[in-house]
């Protein structure tokens, strides 16, 4: 079938639909489509709210001023009116749409046919779309085509959501041995830190529970709760070990931890994208926390819940220059700091699961 001709008969749709399932890879899925509809190219495309981007096209793009890995402002694409309903999923006859004759990608590429299918995850959520055009009218394209479209587009989107899956599968086995890595590390320096940070872990899930965190979510505020003091691997021994109070001078220098533990996250594969809030672990609610005087929502929700189970564990953990205090009066200084240090929204999902707790960390 050469492109610009018409489509494929019944049997031959159905012979590349099977070619398509079978293959199994999303370029052969889009070559098919570019087979069956007769067009000069075929493609898919990701989306976000600012850029459409090429991740797949077959056929010469060259003359639509297109390839793969071409990025264009989603304002100025056909699939973003298409998306907010100002044109239809099918036009077989540009020249015969007021709307899409108006739009200056249609004179800038001389487009005759379009076809747009949005691209959706099986959980709902949006990822692109599927495409095909041609720079001469396609009026063989209907409900048959349409409908066969439509096959090939659900064949895409689980290939890709295939990939996605086994992606975040490697990359969730990376973060893991990153995390185990990065723990020994704190133990082999510092056992409280360490301690520390397991009970955090422990106080943050049930945490994450009361405010129902989705399971992705709660996989990363584990790893933060577990990562949130790696920075003081940087921090000397004389003051990690110090047995006293910190003076002025040794509390500027161990309010960098956060710092340096993002800095190492960064250059950590597989724990990268938990920098940030390591950085903001010790950022208030009010926004006099540090290092960069967050206050409120722009404090990422891991850092939220994670800074104040940081802070009642230390509250009622005994350190060698002073004792724990009892839960009661820990509890009290929760609901003290709450719009100030503390989001209230946290401090409320935390006191409900400190009761819930079966091995509290300090009795009263």
């Known amino acids: 079938m050469e492109p610009g001709g018409r489509g494929a008969t019944d049997g031959d749709g159905l012979s590349t639909l099977e070619q398509a399932a079978v293959g199994a890879s999303l370029g052969r899925t889009v070559e098919a489509v570019r087979d069956l509809l007769g067009v000069e190219i075929a493609f898919v495309t990701s989306m976000d709210d600012e850029f459409q981007r090429f991740e797949m096209l077959a056929g010469d793009g060259s003359s639509f001023g297109v390839n793969e890995d071409t990025v264009i402002p989603v304002e100025e694409t056909y699939c973003h009116h298409v998306l907010e309903g100002r044109l239809p999923n099918f036009i077989p006859d540009v020249r015969q749409n007021e709307f899409a004759m108006s739009l200056p990608a249609t004179e800038a590429v001389n487009l005759g046919a379009y076809v747009s299918l949005p691209l959706t995850f099986s959980n709902g959520e949006f990822y692109g779309t599927m495409c095909a055009v041609s720079h001469e009218a396609q009026p063989q394209i209907g409900e048959r085509e349409e409908q066969f479209l439509r096959v090939f587009a659900r064949l895409a989107i689980d290939q890709i959501e295939r990939e996605h899956l086994q992606d975040r599968v490697v990359e969730a086995e990376r973060g893991l041995v990153a995390t185990t890595a990065l723990l020994q590390a704190i133990e082999a320096r510092d056992s409280y830190t360490a301690e520390h940070s397991k009970a955090v872990v ?141 989001n209230p929204a946290v401090v409320t999902a935390m006191l409900a699961a400190l009761e819930q707790h079966v091995e509290p960390a300090a009795q009263e």
């Open 202 to 342: 422990e106080l943050a899930a049930t945490v994450a529970e009361q405010l129902g965190i989705g399971e992705s979510e709660g996989v990363d505020l584990a790893r933060v709760a577990l990562l949130h003091d790696i920075g003081k691997i940087a921090i000397p021994d004389s003051i990690l070990r110090k047995p006293g109070p910190l003076d002025d001078q040794e509390w500027e220098l161990m309010r960098k931890h956060p710092e340096y533990g993002s800095d190492l996250i960064e250059r950590t594969p597989g724990v990268v994208h938990l920098a940030p809030a390591v950085r903001a672990e010790h950022e208030r609610w009010d926004g006099e926390g540090y290092p960069d005087g967050l206050a409120g929502e722009e404090i990422p929700l891991a850092s939220q819940i994670v800074f104040a189970c940081d802070a009642y564990h230390a509250m009622v953990s005994d350190r060698p220059y002073r004792k724990g205090l009892g839960e009661k009066e820990a509890r009290r200084r929760l609901r003290e700091g709450a719009g100030t240090q503390f």
